[in-house]
C-alpha cells in the first residue's frame, strides 16, 4: 500500500537542535558535526523540497508500505 505522509521540516531548516536530530534520524547519520559546506547543501535541497505555510514548513513524501499478517493460533498452517 502507499501512505501519504508529511514531514514537518520546520526545526530542520532553522537549524535549531531538535531539526538536527531529525534530520539525522532521517538519514541515519549524526549531523551534529557535519561541515558548513555539506549542511548548507543539506538545507538547501530540503528548502527546494519544502512547502512554506502559515503553519511552518513541510515535506510531502509518498512511502510504500507493507502490511504482514501474523497467523493465529490454531488456524491452518499455524506451527
Known sequence: EML????????????S???VAILS?????DLRRLCEP???????????LATIGEHG?????TTAIFL?????AGSAGAV
Open 38 to 48: 555539506k549542511m548548507l547543501r543539506l538545507l538547501q535541497s530540503l528548502w527546494r
Open 57 to 61: 514548513a513541510h515535506v510531502e513524501e
Open 68 to 72: 504482514l499478517s501474523k497467523p493465529r
Open 17 to 19: 537542535p531538535t531539526g
Open 25 to 29: 534520524h532521517c538519514l541515519d547519520a
Open 4 to 15: 501519504e505522509s508529511r514531514l514537518d521540516c520546520t526545526e530542520c531548516l532553522a537549524r
